[in-house]
């Protein structure tokens, strides 16, 4: 009966990886190339520096990703807290901190216009601020804070996910309407489909998250323990 209850918790964190190392197979290696050309965003023009930046940003950005699904998956956290914990060092160490930084850095220079950017900076220091709050909370063993802190954070690294679906709406939506809505102007459209996809991206999964927390409230989450209250060493 044990095995019955414990495969799907095991398992329960494949579908979410599945779409990440698809998403990370897929944006990743034209960065590793080291080669501008291969960039998908356009690097012509921008400053020096913009290139690498951009390089370590997709890196870090595919470290915290990758981690962050690891630390969801409820069967590794309850019986492997110490994995748990060394995972969580390098979401936030070799993911987060570096990627934050670098987009936050890329962000107030995009070439994708202001509502972009104003998204880009925004989002950037939100990442960064609910993270390092987090793990402030964690290595107080603060359990309840440090899990809702984190629960935003890696909200709002998927949301890099949801920002690329909306992308695609919107050039489907929009595209139709370049010779009207537009009046011809390429640039216009393509800044007000990253300006949308980028706002609404992060905004929504936010907004709904906290709606979550607060009907969840403070107490562990009975899914991710199995039943049980989750043991005070585990974050
Ligand atoms: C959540 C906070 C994040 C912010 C604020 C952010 C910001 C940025 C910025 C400013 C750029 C340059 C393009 C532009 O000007 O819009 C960029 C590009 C990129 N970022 Fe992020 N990013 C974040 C998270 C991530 C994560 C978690 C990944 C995961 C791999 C990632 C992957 C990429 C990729 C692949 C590009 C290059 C564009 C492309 O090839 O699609 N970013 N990001």
Known sequence: MRTTYALPRRWSVAPLLVLVIAFVGFSLPPYLTLDPAQSRIPVAGTAAGYFPMLVGHVIFGSIA???CCLQVWPWLRTRYPDVHRRVGMAYVFAGVLP???LGLVL???TPFGPVLRASNVLLSIVWLTVTLVGYRAGCQHRTTEHRRWMTRSIVLTLSIISNRVWAVVWVITLSPQLATTFGGNEAL???TIAGLSGWLGWVLPLVVTEW???????GPNPAATGGRRAPATVR
């Open 212 to 218: 979550w927390l607060d009907a969840r409230g403070p």
């Open 107 to 109: 962000g107030a220079q």
């Open 189 to 191: 459209m393509i800044q």
């Open 65 to 67: 990703i990758l981690t």
């Open 99 to 101: 990627a934050g930084i």
